[in-house]
């Protein structure tokens, strides 16, 4: 799923969702330095989106990290 992910990010790197999931992908494989990168554009660009559901789910996972 994570090269998927990323190839999926390389062509659509503005949605928020993408970012998140890879993100997760990541944390899942305890690298928390790329987590970290992923996710917080993920938080970027659910603000700026307006997704308040994705935000809470991002804030929560960036804080176990």
Known sequence: AQSILERVIAKSPEVAVFNYHLGVAYHKQAD????????????????????????????KLLATL
Do not use: P, R
């Open 32 to 59: 928390n330095v790329s987590a970290e990168k992923y996710l917080k554009k993920a938080e970027t660009l659910a603000q700026k989106q307006g997704d308040d559901k994705l935000l809470a789910d991002v804030v």
